[in-house]
């Protein structure tokens, strides 16, 4: 329980409140500073609630109605949860689902897979550590948009890096239109945002071992562990707080990018790397957006299963640690 | 006998220690090549970007045989082009909206992370700020946009300032009240015997100590907005107003055979990013790990 509070703590250092517990008696006599408090919290907590909680509940609001925008207004009309038995019906919406979870299967595990991999790898400090460390975090900082681009031209079909690759050493027949199939450029996506984003999670599981105690694993050297040993049965089951966050975010992300799907296939084609947050931005504002109530049902819709599935992520993994 | 002991043993050591490098030496070739990989498609953008359309189209794979600066020089000076507008949009809204929410930040951490301003239910506050960490942005933004059409925000750099700053808040706050938690209270309680008041306090004791943590949230927020596309499509599609992704995004539309141009301007919408990052790498590792929270 100490190592996980340990490890944790480098992931969610605390914001003080143990202080606050100590000093709060000594305030209980004397007013509270209110006007102080006003004003730092005031201004920040308006401004959230106007730009961000009055959005995600009018979004709600809005799953109920069908608005459509005519002539510069928005016309709206009550449909109550007419929108949400649209989605059980609808064909794109479902294959959009596929997909998404597809990815957010696939893509978390092979991230955390190597992403755990390296991390340990750079942990021992194998020669070039820090150069390794720079540059596999280089991605994580460039748009979405710009990756994107990028692998369009990758997967080109006549000039692409891929395929140029493919033909010179001699595998004509794996030379595909990746992005221009049906079957494959979910795969493309899925491959894509892997290699975007998969030195944030080798970052974060790193520092989640270097939180690790050292007399931990020093005390595991000294009881005679090998190396391998010490990794599989100290770092790692230490490592397991930081595991479950990292591939909490890494599948939430999964969930919610748009970036980079929609510089790469755009959703397409004929929907075949469709996501779900593609395809509520195309019925919300691609070219014949007619109605804006049901591409928020989608989007609550949505938020409910990704809440309903990282809660499932963290209790079966949480479950595991306590046998 | 010991002496014959001895050599084995020896033998054994250099033994192993072969094998520990020639393991060592595959690793090595190993986790370079994979880095190869993270870093090729970087380099070959770079290098498309100083050849002609023709030369890629001719043999994809080549080094340029000459650089030729055409097409960032088309790029800056074209008024057809009109890059330098997109650039300074992005600039514009990344600077105001860096500005609008380092300032509700900032507060909004030292009223969250210092005991003396602790009340009953503000823990309840601090969750609920944290709680849209989970919130995607699909979850918000048709109502946002709606929101911004109603009050005639539409098509101004303006709302993706106003909402850009709204997004950090959450991780913002949260950075700067764990930094102002960690000071400690006797700065305060010696400025306040010199008469300061709690706003002075804030300004001209705290504010200064909590550079560190400021630098990381603005680093932090800057590669965020810099980057952003999804409000930067939805908000804004006049022409003249696109940030760089939007543009982008619409430039490769356009001109999507001229795949040089297209790659000066990647290059030149990922330089800002990757040049702070070539000076300030610990610092971004630091803000992005820090960042990363649990809803």
Known sequence: ?323 | MITAQRVGAKRRNTWAKWQRRIGLALLTIALLSFTLLVIVPFVWMVLMSVRTTGEILNDPYGLPRAVRWQNYVKLVTDPQVRFYRYFGNSVFVSFFALLLNTVLVTMGGYGFGRSRYHFRGRGALFTVLLLSLMLPGQAMYIAQFVMMSRYGLLNTRWSLVLLYAAEAVPVSTYLMATYFSQLPSELEDAARMDGCNDFGIFWRVMLPLSRPALATVILLNFMNFWNELMLALTMVTHPDLRTLPSAIMYFVGEHGSDYAMAAASLVVAMLPIVLLYLFLSERFIEGLTAGAIKG
Not at chain 1, 85 to 92: H, V
């Open chain 1, 1 to 323: 329980m100490e190592a996980k509070a340990v490890a944790s703590t480098k992931l969610s250092p605390q914001t003080g409140e143990s202080g606050t517990r100590r000093r709060r008696r000594g305030w209980v006599h004397s007013s509270k500073p209110w006007g102080a408090i006003a004003l730092f919290i005031g201004p920040v907590m308006v401004y959230y609630g106007v730009f961000i909680i009055y959005p995600v509940l009018a979004t709600f609001y809005y799953s109920l109605l069908n608005m459509t925008p005519t002539g510069g207004r928005i016309v709206t009309t009550f449909i109550g949860l007419g929108n949400f038995q649209r989605l059980l019906n609808d064909g794109i919406f479902i294959q959009a689902v596929k997909n998404t979870l597809r990815w957010g299967v696939v893509g978390p595990a092979l991230e955390m897979l190597t992403a755990t991999t390296l991390a340990v790898l750079v942990y021992f400090k194998v020669p070039l550590h820090r150069f390794y460390r720079t540059a596999w975090f280089t991605p994580v900082l460039v748009s979405g948009v710009i990756v994107g681009l990028v692998f369009r031209w990758v997967f080109n079909v006549d000039w692409g890096l891929l395929n140029v690759a493919l033909r010179a050493i001699g595998l004509d027949r794996l030379a595909l239109n990746w992005l221009g199939r049906r079957d494959t450029p979910l795969w493309c996506v899925i491959f894509v945002h892997y290699w975007a984003t998969f030195g944030y999670s080798f970052i974060l599981l790193l520092a989640g071992l270097t939180a690790i105690p050292e007399e931990l694993i020093e005390a595991a050297y000294i009881d005679g562990a090998s190396t391998p040993q010490t990794v599989m049965k100290v770092m790692l089951p230490m490592l397991r707080p930081t595991f479950v966050t990292v591939l909490i975010l890494s599948f939430m992300g999964k969930m919610r990018t748009f970036n980079v799907v929609w510089a790469l296939t755009g959703g397409g084609p004929m929907h075949s790397s469709e996501t779900v947050a593609t395809y509520v931005h195309t019925l919300a504002f691609g070219q014949q957006s007619l109605d804006l109530g049901y591409p928020s049902a989608i989007a609550v819709g949505w938020f409910a299963v990704v809440l309903v599935s990282v809660g499932l992520i963290n209790r079966w993994l949480s479950r595991r640690v306590e046998q």
